[in-house]
């Protein structure tokens, strides 16, 4: 449901998939999950991706209907099925993913109505893993071209990205977006002599010319670099049921708020909360209102 409408608007390229667990399948794939927690904060959100003609791309269209993503820049692709992926959490609700290919979002496709939405967005969000696929590569390099501002949620998936890949998206972003395990390894291709998150970040800040950085730690919260300055949030603790989607609502929480307060501590602190209440229910996309993320944040005493 949309709260408070808002004047920015988000554009998000990439995966739109169903995640399969052991019991049963919720819809996802990182990108959507990012739009679907922005249009929920009130930001005026599309997503650029490609759906299979079948009865999963259908439920796809009905579940988005009602949340005031437009599917105008959906893709219909006959060839190819809506995604898929096997999860596999552990015993601390960690996910890793096995991801069906090829799918219909490996092949989204630059089009008019995708070129329209990105002139008129204030920010394009996409990952890596749509990279798989020579085809969405190669829309997604035509779509940043376009942009405003760009950001980059790494979401390293094996195997499917390498140095290469990763250095170019990199340089074309304007904000990236790592978790702990993905800062250090991809500063340690990139030769990094430092072992301090916060060295890393500003090693990382200057090899690829980015000025805003955000690292997130899981349980211990996160790390924003922005205007120069580190802002720290030391996390909210929660029982988790799965962590799937934790890090894609923390941005959304993230963007939201620097996109239409520029308070870099407050929306590091609401992304935070955000992040660990998506940890503690099931799936990427639960409902959560901004009464609960306020309550969460500041619980009364009575
Ligand atoms: N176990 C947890 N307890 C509390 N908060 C969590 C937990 N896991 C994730 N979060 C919140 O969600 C954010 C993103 O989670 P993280 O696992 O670091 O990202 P990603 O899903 O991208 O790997 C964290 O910064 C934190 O605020
Ligand atoms: O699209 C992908 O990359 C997937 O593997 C499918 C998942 O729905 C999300 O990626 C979960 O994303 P996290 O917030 O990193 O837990």
């Known amino acids: 449901m949309i709260n408070q409408p808002n004047t920015k608007s988000i554009v998000c390229f990439g995966e739109i998939l169903f995640d399969i667990f052991?019991?049963?399948?919720?819809?996802?794939?990182?990108?959507?999950?990012?739009?679907?927690?922005?249009?929920?904060?009130?930001?005026?959100?599309q997503i650029i991706s490609c759906i299979g003609a079948d009865s999963n791309g259908q439920e796809v269209?009905?579940?988005?209907?009602?949340?005031?993503?437009?599917?105008?820049?959906?893709?219909?692709?006959?060839?190819?099925?809506?995604?898929?992926?096997?999860?596999h959490l552990n015993e601390k609700g960690s996910a890793t993913y096995t991801i069906n290919y090829p799918a219909a979002w490996d092949k989204i496709k630059y089009t008019q109505?995708?070129?329209?939405?990105?002139?008129?967005?204030?920010?394009?969000?996409?990952?890596?893993?749509?990279?798989r696929d020579a085809i969405a590569h190669q829309s997604l390099l035509n779509y940043i071209a376009l942009s405003k501002f760009k950001v980059f949620d790494v979401n390293l998936r094996a195997p499917f990205y390498n140095k290469e890949l990763l250095l170019e998206l990199m340089l074309e972003a304007d904000c990236i977006k790592f978790n702990d395990?993905?800062?250090?390894?991809?500063?340690?291709?990139?030769?990094?002599?430092?072992?301090?998150?916060?060295?890393?970040?500003?090693?990382?800040?200057?090899?690829?010319?980015?000025?805003?950085?955000?690292?997130?730690?899981?349980?211990?919260?996160?790390?924003?670099?922005?205007?120069n300055q580190l802002y720290y949030n030391s996390g909210y603790q929660v029982t988790v049921a799965?962590?799937?989607?934790?890090?894609?609502?923390?941005?959304?929480?993230?963007?939201?708020?620097?996109?239409?307060?520029?308070?870099?501590?407050?929306?590091?602190?609401?992304?935070?909360?955000?992040?660990?209440?998506?940890?503690?229910?099931e799936g990427a996309n639960p409902k959560i209102t901004r009464k609960e993320i306020d309550e969460f944040m500041h619980p009364t005493t009575s």
């Open 242 to 281: 799965d962590t799937v989607g934790a890090g894609d609502s923390f941005l959304a929480g993230l963007l939201s708020v620097l996109i239409t307060e520029n308070n870099p501590q407050a929306a590091l602190n609401f992304a935070c909360a955000l992040g660990a209440l998506v940890a503690s229910h």
């Open 181 to 227: 395990d993905e800062l250090y390894e991809i500063a340690k291709f990139l030769n990094s002599p430092y072992h301090s998150l916060e060295q890393n970040i500003h090693f990382i800040a200057e090899k690829t010319n980015t000025n805003n950085i955000c690292v997130t730690k899981g349980s211990h919260g996160a790390v924003l670099f922005t205007n």
């Open 113 to 131: 109505e995708g070129e329209t939405a990105v002139i008129g967005a204030d920010v394009l969000v996409f990952g890596s893993l749509a990279c």
């Open 22 to 45: 052991p019991t049963h399948k919720k819809i996802g794939g990182a990108p959507l999950n990012v739009a679907l927690r922005l249009a929920s904060l009130g930001i005026n959100t």
């Open 61 to 87: 269209i009905d579940y988005l209907i009602p949340t005031g993503i437009s599917t105008k820049t959906i893709q219909i692709n006959g060839a190819h099925p809506t995604g898929e992926v096997l999860v």
